[in-house]
């Protein structure tokens, strides 16, 4: 009984793992940058493999890395998964910020913080999207907003 059980469960995740896999896979062959964000001249993009999210990242030649993470967002009250969206922005502690902001762009909600060791932390709570990266200079931190705030999304309702 317990070795049918185990090999049930054993199934059951490889054939979930599979099937993740089998969108990460897909999501990496179109490699289309999520919700018609804008690259400036330079920059590069990479849908990379996610086990439960659709993570990638967007680079230029300096060195600067965004990255990022697409997870579905969780309505009201119902449970939470691995893979789920959640505000990077509010895991910063205030006294590790630079600043913090909120404003509503394209018709959603998006909250940015930059922290005093420049990073650079942009969510969109409706689109289930984070981006992140290290803001080394002032000109990272302009591509960076830049890109990031050129995401428009599919905000819900």
């Not at 993009?45 to 030649?61: M, V």
């Not at 205030?94 to 394209?106: G, L, M, V």
């Not at 969109?124 to 591509?143: H, M, Q, R, Y």
């Amino acid at each position: 009984m317990k070795a049918t059980f185990f090999a049930a469960i054993a199934l059951a995740v490889a054939v979930g793992s599979f099937q993740t896999f089998a969108t990460a896979t897909q999501i990496e062959v179109k490699g289309k940058i999520p919700g018609g964000v804008q690259l400036p001249d330079g920059f590069k993009h990479r849908a990379l493999q996610g086990f439960d999210s659709q993570p990638g990242e967007i680079t230029n030649k300096d060195g600067l890395k965004i990255s990022y993470d697409i997870g579905p967002v969780p309505k009201p009250g119902a449970p939470v998964f691995g893979g789920s969206y959640s505000d990077w922005t509010k895991r910063v502690p205030e006294k590790d910020q630079r600043w913090y902001r909120e404003q509503t762009i394209n018709n959603q909600p998006v909250h940015l913080v930059y922290t005093k060791d420049k990073q650079l932390t942009v969510s969109f709570p409706k689109g289930g999207i984070n981006f992140s990266c290290e803001a080394k200079t002032e000109a990272d931190l302009v591509d960076a907003l830049l890109i990031t705030l050129s995401y428009a999304g599919t905000p819900t309702k």
